[in-house]
């Protein structure tokens, strides 16, 4: 193995020296051996099913500890090779180069100390490689389908079974239901539960553009509203609506259930607020489209009637529970004993959604409404813990739409950018004149923030625009800087210009970042002037920055790398001026 070493080492130091000297042959071998530990870690990673069911699996690097794991391996790398590689320097001691040979040095240590820090994608693919064989697209929405199906059973809570969830058939599809007591007309027809009334009324919609939209808890009868592009679309209160005709009594039942299980890859889903119901409004208006496809389902299944069906339905769900190790200590036969009550399918038994025993309330049954007394009587201890299925389902809908190369690759790529730029300074400088570069920014910190302090205090009264000043105070400091940086460092002794070289070189960027700053800035503040809407705004200005987005990241870091081959030429000129 030694022997290998030394002969590569050996065709290197003869046909290409800049890339022995930067030990750039072993260092991406190395880099390519940890890359795909790295990747067999994130196959292994998900391989008990349980740990799908904590939330967030998707960032599981962060929280398992491999992201420490990955930065001391990223350490111990780049040590040892700053540690073999500054063994030698052909620049220190006057070997015969060119712009383009530092250049080239510049770009090897960009690109080792990127591939040294980046094993976060490596992971991520393990992960995503697993999942997506483990756990097939079409399998798994077979098993989403068979929750929204067998959901209707899971008969947590009592209020989901109410008459105020229906959204099918018609005419429910176009009703709203009332169910605070305040606003209900006594006189005019309702249901009753168990002291909880239901008042249906028709919906009469108004469209406003978001100029005019009026303060929707001003107006009464105000129900909900959605809003689409400038539109926003206002629900009231009509005409109450006597529903006696299709509904038997407001008792509880099976029918009654709309709500959504798991919406997968969020497909076919009308979002009003969010993904999930938390919303009381949502509950009925949320994903409405969705939830009449689901109680037409429940209700297709229900008036069949076929106990054969009902149980396999059960079962299919049970499985898919063991699959995923959801806990549960329902079985086939118990639970189909509980939910199956042909008259009227009527909700007769309660289901706990954890495994942890229900808390009853302890308060007095005359501090508690009819229908709480009559839901603690209903529990049972069975229980089945949906909301960690959920999870599951959403933990491998997350890792398969998730993209392995995402937008933190800027934040590598800038990290690298960074480290290279120090080391290639210290590479061309030496470490003397890197300590005082670093000095020289502090005090020039310190003094801009005392300059921030005093305008800022004089400011107080009017008649400066402080972020303008500070922005442009700073750009005219980095101007000088950059400008003797360009042209005048062959003229200073050379430790003074080593300085402004190191200034340069680790400032341009930055220097540029500014410039689009102030530009945004000011298209900011003008767009504001002629456009007070928000969405006006949005649609007709332009905003350097923020239309650019991360296309400004990567522009940035073409413009350092362009940069730093231009500068090349003048750290030569800078480097043949006699020692001073």
Known sequence: MKQFISKINKYLIE???????????????????????????????????ESLQNRGAENIFFDNGAIFFSMMISVVMLVLW?????????????????AFKLFKQFVLYLIIIFFSITFYFSYNFGLKTYIVNKYPDNITKNEI???????????????????????????????????????????????????????????????????????????????????????SIYA???????????????????????????????????????????????????????????QKGNFDL?????????????????????????KTNLDTDSWFNMVYNPTGFEVKHLINNRDYPYKKSYRSNLDRSDFEIYQDKIMTNKFFD??????????????????????????????????????????????????????SGILLTIFISLVAAAIGFTSRSGGIDFEYFMMYFVLFIASIIIIIGLFGVTKLKKLVGSIFINLTLSGFVAYVLLIMAIITSHQSDACRLKFPDYSERTENCFILLSDLGLWSSLILFVVGIVFTYLYCNTILKWRATPEN
């Open 386 to 439: 949906s909301d960690h299925l959920k999870i599951v389902f959403e933990n491998l809908d997350d890792i398969k739409n998730k993209t392995i190369i995402d937008a933190s690759i800027h934040a590598f790529i800038w990290i690298a950018f960074a480290i290279a730029l120090l080391i290639f300074c210290f590479r061309v400088t030496s470490l003397k004149s890197v300590l005082f570069t670093i000095v």
């Open 302 to 326: 229900l008036n069949r009637n076929n106990p054969d069906e009902i149980k396999q339905l059960l079962n299919s769900f049970l499985q898919v529970s063991k699959k995923y190790r959801i």
């Open 236 to 294: 009231y209160k009509d005409s109450v609506v006597d529903v006696s005709a299709y509904l038997k009594s407001a008792n509880p039942n099976y029918y009654n259930y709309s709500k959504i299980f798991y919406s997968y890859d969020k497909d076919d889903v009308d979002y009003l607020y969010s993904r999930y119901e938390y919303n009381p409004l949502d509950d009925r208006y949320g994903n409405v489209s969705k939830k009449q496809l689901v």
């Open 15 to 49: 046909h290409h020296p800049t890339l022995w000297n930067t030990k750039v042959v072993w260092m991406l071998g190395a880099s390519l051996i940890i890359h795909i530990l790295f990747f067999l870690f994130g196959l292994i990673t998900l391989t008990n099913p």
């Open 82 to 98: 700053l540690v073999f590689m500054f063994k030698n320097n052909a620049f220190k001691n006057y070997y015969p180069t060119t």
């Open 145 to 231: 389908l068979t929750a929204n199906k067998a959901s209707v059973f899971l008969s947590h809570s009592l209020k989901n079974y109410t008459v105020d969830r229906l959204v099918y058939p018609k005419p429910f599809d176009s009703l709203h239901c009332e169910t605070e007591y305040s606003k209900i007309d006594l006189d005019k027809p309702y249901l009753d539960f168990l002291g909880k009334k239901y008042q249906f009324y028709n919906l009469r919609f108004v469209s406003y553009y978001d100029s005019d939209k009026p303060i929707h808890y001003n107006v009464k009868g105000y129900v909900y509203y959605k809003h689409k592009d400038t539109t």
